[in-house]
């Protein structure tokens, strides 16, 4: 699965870059290059209001790949990972978990996991 650097398309992480089997994941957190994982679910009324500003978030940090992996569809990867609360913000580079969010919408908070 080929992922993008976020210039163009509103919410362009968050459709281009979804991933549809856990081989898919697998292969990209295995990169070196900081990857950020966007843990989300459809019902989750935190993960839709995070869609209003991560465009903002991605504009700004198109250094790194995004992609977004639904948490009930992957539940094995989620329990691997760690990821309890939704949603979470996960960056990985070498197949390794090198900073997570687990955030309650702020977009101030958002922001801390690139420093």
């Known amino acids: 699965m080929q992922t993008t650097n976020l ?3 509103r919410n362009a992480c968050i459709n281009s870059s979804r991933f549809k089997t856990e ?3 697998r292969e990209q957190i295995t990169k070196d290059e900081l ?3 966007i843990f ?7 993960c839709k209001r995070l869609g209003m ?3 903002e978030v991605t504009e700004e940090h198109q250094d790194k790949q995004w992609f977004k992996i ?3 569809e992957f539940p094995g990867i989620s329990e691997e990972q760690s990821v309890m609360g939704i949603p979470s913000l996960l960056v990985f580079k070498n197949n390794l978990q090198v900073r997570s969010l687990k955030i309650k919408i702020n977009i101030s908070n958002i ?3 690139f420093t």
């Open 35 to 37: 990857t950020v994982g």
């Open 53 to 55: 500003f991560i465009e």
């Open 23 to 25: 081989q898919e994941f």
């Open 7 to 9: 210039s163009s398309a």
């Open 40 to 46: 989300t679910t459809t019902w989750c009324p935190d």
């Open 70 to 72: 639904d948490r009930d």
């Open 111 to 113: 922001f801390v996991i």
